[in-house]
């Protein structure tokens, strides 16, 4: 399975950007589906995951300003960020899990000026 992750950008806090990632196989078929991010010097971080049977689980650090969706007729896993700080800088990647098979996007830079 191949990921595209799209969207990113720079923006001012307190704006708003929406992430994308299309995957190549059927996403309804991928049982975890998540944001990771990594900022420079940081460590790789979840984000935010969909687990089918298990819901929707959230970094306390973006609870009520982030939100994850799946869209299955497109493919498409969404994640829009609004309220975003400078601290929400980083590279955001999208992720897949099927059994003991892990997926990764390329990758979209997201960066927030102060």
């Known amino acids: 399975v191949q990921l595209q992750a799209s969207g990113g950008g720079l923006v001012q806090a307190g704006e708003s950007l929406r992430l994308s990632c299309v995957a190549s196989?059927?996403?309804?078929?991928?049982?975890?589906v998540a944001w990771y991010r990594q900022a420079p010097g940081k460590q790789r971080e979840l984000v935010a995951s969909?687990?089918?049977?298990?819901?929707?689980d959230y970094a306390d650090s973006v609870k009520g300003r982030f939100t994850i969706s799946r869209d299955n007729v497109k493919n498409t896993l969404v994640l829009q960020m609004n309220n975003l700080r400078p601290e929400d800088t980083a590279v955001y990647l999208c992720?897949?899990?099927?059994?003991?098979?892990?997926?990764w996007g390329q990758g979209t830079q997201v960066t927030v000026s102060s």
């Open positions: 992720n897949g899990q099927r059994g003991n098979e892990r997926y």
């Open positions: 969909i687990r089918h049977g298990f819901g929707i």
């Open positions: 196989a059927s996403i309804h078929t991928i049982p975890v």
